[in-house]
């Protein structure tokens, strides 16, 4: 199990540079900008054994339901062990392959050890810095899984700077936050800045995705103006939060795109089987819950699309949610 102790700072994350291969950017027009693919990965963790987190879990939740109404094609998972973790990490690689925008979400404890960043599992039994990397998943995989992808932008965003599971006995705790020299088309974005604590907040979410969650819901507003504007209102509640960001985009990117015409509201997935349909790429939810593996059918349930909504080229494409409780073995 995870042992932590009563201290509490931020944790250590060092992302490396990639040379992650983007694709040739330009600002798109906001037709464009409606068909190309998004696609998320989202995940938070909150049921640590010895050092539970209130938010996580809402955080990532609340960030999905966001995500999605974004246009993204988002995975969820929730309290994932670190099986589960590694194969929605496959999944987001495999989804991203067709470029577009791939954004990657956690919340969670995490750590730096020997210059290499973990994010911690659920299930993670660590009671020494050693252990990390045979307990815990690699962030850079994320970033090996983009760096092939293609993709316009990709954005990562690590809301995991609360408690250091090795206060007493970690060797790279002091050193902080690291900056990441972000590749050609890569945004990435810290909950605080080097050495700091990331607050989890009175209520529902951490402070940081509270601030967030809100301003990624307006509409017009680019990428680099959405988190100038949550660093600006985390300052304020918190002085001693500083959120930290560093970005390589050369395009235009919006998470609420510019409305060049009224939306048409999405309809929900009912049923497995209408979620089997296979139509084109159509927006879907995975959810993990609880670290149970996908198998069997779980993928094909992935690439779910619905009912057909009306005449075609008239109707957006429908979004849905599809639950997969799946006990574990």
């Known amino acids: 199990m995870l042992k932590m102790r009563p201290s509490v700072f931020c944790c250590t994350l060092l992302l490396h540079t990639y040379s992650v291969v983007a694709q040739p950017t330009r600002d798109l027009t906001v037709e464009e900008m409606e068909t190309e693919q998004r696609v998320a990965l989202i995940i938070g963790n909150s049921k640590y054994s010895n050092a539970p987190l209130k938010n996580p879990v809402n955080d990532a939740s609340d960030m999905a339901e966001v995500m999605k109404n974004a246009g993204f094609h988002t995975i969820l998972a929730l309290d994932s062990d670190a099986k589960n973790m590694t194969n929605v990490i496959r999944e987001f690689g495999r989804r991203i392959q067709k470029g577009g925008v791939g954004l990657f979400y956690y919340a969670g404890h995490a750590v730096q050890v020997n210059g290499e960043n973990y994010l911690i599992p659920v299930n993670s039994d660590i009671t020494s810095e050693d252990e990390v990397p045979f307990e815990a998943v690699n962030a850079s995989r994320v970033l090996a899984k983009m760096e092939t992808a293609g993709n316009r932008v990709n954005i990562l ?17 002091a050193r902080g936050l690291a900056k990441m020299d972000a590749a050609r088309g890569t945004f990435v974005a810290y909950a605080t800045s ?37 660093r600006t209102d985390v300052l304020k509640a918190s002085p001693e939060q500083v959120p930290w960001d560093s970005s390589s985009l050369t395009g235009e990117f919006y998470f609420q795109i510019p409305d060049s015409h009224e939306r048409v509201p999405v309809k929900p997935i009912h049923t497995i089987s ?56």
């Open 274 to 329: 209408k979620s089997n349909d296979a139509k084109g790429s159509k927006p879907w939810l995975w959810i993990l819950l609880g670290g149970a593996a996908v198998a069997g059918t779980g993928a094909t349930l992935l690439g779910g699309g619905g009912e057909d909504s009306g005449d075609e080229g008239t109707a957006a494409p429908p979004t849905g949610m599809i639950e997969i409780n799946i006990e574990a073995p």
């Open 194 to 230: 080097p050495g700091r604590v990331a607050s989890d907040g009175d209520g529902r979410n951490g402070l940081y995705t509270q601030m967030l969650l809100k301003h990624i819901n307006l509409p017009g507003k680019k990428l680099e103006e959405v988190f100038k504007a949550v």
């Open 157 to 173: 965003i690590l809301d995991a700077c609360r408690n250091n599971p090795f206060p007493g006995s970690s060797r790279s705790a």
